[in-house]
């Protein structure tokens, strides 16, 4: 989400169009010239030439040659925030803060003068092997590593570091790009920081690296996304399609497609300039063609529900009357001592929080205080926090006791949160707890009052019984259990979404009779 911003930032500034795209009609789609908004005919995209009123003479930061560009009109050569990328340095730490400190952290540097900053910070301890006899400059190799140390502005040693030199374009931004190890505790960094800007470089923006990988062509948009949700993962699930649509996943999807939108193209085009020299068109063949390409797009869509998942994860809170085992399951379910249990009713007063992971999805259970009516004032304060924390959640699971069975105070709660669950679509599972206690095995309530829940499930928060069956409950309430074994190997979203719904668009106009 840190890239969103600067992205938004650069396109305004970069991308304008010299005249707004034109409409899509069914014309359109018979004159292949006027699609070139959506799919570019040429191999080779026309030259970019700067804007008229631009005198300055200024090395674009984007290739010349980017695919990206045509149709999107000029890059501002004399924008001031294109000139100040193309020709600033930045640095940054690159490792994370604030959690206990590491053996060895990261500062890296990117830019036209990152070497060049690094020498005057960084001496290796061979200096007269590394260094230019001439100029006095360090000349690294590229992906060499070397030892040596690092000097602030008054030549005191900040700290021991490896030196790493990868030189353009064989580096992430496809810029010279310098990473200096040094030992990751937070003074050391900021130390080292602090010396490579008094050196010459400036603090990089949130994602910019990123960024600047996007502009030089490194990673297309979709790859860039991924890469921030790579760094967000919250579970083995969420960081394999992440790390599969860095490799590429939908966008050799979106290349596919539009590949085989050109062919149909060609095909219909062909036929219209050379009707009498080419067999007749094989409608049930281009038919097919289509149909498998909307396909193709459905399939894709329907991991948009999945990514979102992966990303925000579910929350289900765990409601029932009190002393019927909540904060027990919860203990069970989390395998921890979250919640304080005890057999004093109304032990819970407050939300408690514990994390899981449901088929690869994060979860968050939301132990809530027994709901009941109360006089006490600080029970009634939690009473109200539980319930609007049900209403809040992904799923909602009522807990009852086995024992005790179901009674009157059940079904009012029942009612109450019937009566403000803010979508009818919310599901809900009946949890029997405590069935070691129960005298039979299959209470005769239960078919009775399990109508009104998705599901229901027997569970034994004390031994764990019943904990996967009620996983794999929610997983198929979800839908997760329609997710292959190993997961989605890349998902998309909702940015994602609209562009596919162009193609959707497109294969229904070509349906047209």
């Not at 899981?356 to 004032?377: F, K, M, N, Y």
Request: glycine share 6%; charged share 20%.
């Amino acid at each position: 989400m840190a890239l969103v911003p600067s992205l938004r930032a650069i396109i305004t500034h970069f991308y304008r169009p010299t005249k707004p795209p034109p409409l899509l009609s069914l014309s359109s789609l018979l004159f292949p010239k006027k699609l070139s908004f959506f799919f570019p005919l040429s191999p080779k995209p026309q030259p970019l030439k700067p804007l008229a009123s631009s005198t300055r003479q200024e090395t674009t930061f984007v290739s010349n040659n980017d695919e990206r560009l045509v149709g999107l009109g000029s890059v501002n050569q004399g924008d001031p925030i294109q000139s100040q990328i193309s020709t600033s340095t930045i640095a940054a730490i690159v490792t994370s803060l604030g959690g206990p400190p590491a053996a060895v952290g990261i500062v890296r540097l990117s830019g036209p003068t990152a070497v060049d900053i690094a020498g005057r910070v960084f001496v290796p301890a061979k200096k007269k092997r590394r260094f230019d006899s001439g100029s006095g400059s360090w000349r690294p190799t590229s992906h060499v590593v070397e030892y040596g140390v690092v000097l602030d502005s008054q030549g005191n040693v900040v700290d021991e570091v490896l030196a790493v030199p990868m030189l353009a374009p064989k580096s992430y931004t496809r810029e010279d790009v310098v990473e200096l190890q040094c030992h990751g505790s937070e003074v050391c960094l900021r130390r080292v920081l602090k010396a490579c800007l008094e050196a010459g470089a400036r603090l990089a923006e949130p994602g910019e690296f990123t960024l600047r990988a996007f502009l030089n062509g490194r990673l297309d948009l979709s790859q860039a996304e991924n890469v921030g949700k790579l760094i967000s993962a919250k579970s083995v699930a969420a960081a394999d399609a992440a790390l599969a649509g860095i490799q590429g996943g939908f966008s050799s999807l979106v290349r596919s497609l539009r590949g085989q939108c050109i062919e149909l193209l060609i095909e219909i085009e062909a036929r219209l300039d050379f009707e009498d020299e080419m067999p007749p068109l094989d409608l049930n063949l281009i038919m097919d063609r289509i149909h498998a390409m909307s396909l193709d797009v459905e399939h894709a869509l329907e991991t948009a529900n999945y990514d979102k998942l992966l990303q925000s994860g579910l929350q289900i809170a765990i409601v029932g009357r009190p002393n019927v085992g909540k904060s027990s399951l919860l203990n069970a379910w989390s395998r921890s001592e979250r919640a304080i249990v005890t057999e004093i009713a109304g032990t819970t007063r407050d939300v408690v929080e514990a994390s899981v992971t449901v088929s690869g999805v994060p979860v968050t259970l939301l132990d809530t205080a027994g709901i009941r009516e109360t006089d006490d004032v600080v029970e009634k304060i939690g009473v109200e926090r539980s319930e609007a924390v049900a209403m809040g959640a992904d799923v909602i699971i009522m807990t009852v006791s086995a024992p005790e069975g179901w009674t009157m105070e059940d079904t009012k709660l029942l009612e109450r949160i019937q009566s403000n669950k803010r979508s009818a679509s919310i599901p809900m599972i009946l949890v029997i707890n405590k069935i070691d206690c129960a005298s039979s095995a299959r209470p005769d309530w239960v078919d009775r009052e399990a109508k009104s829940f998705s599901k229901h499930v027997y569970t034994c928060a004390l031994t764990g019984q019943g904990i996967q069956d009620l996983e794999k409950t929610i997983s198929e309430i979800v839908g997760l259990n329609q997710i292959p074994a190993g997961g989605r190997r890349w998902t998309v979203n909702q940015v994602s979404i609209s562009k596919l719904t162009i193609h959707i668009f497109l294969f229904w106009l070509l349906r047209l009779p």
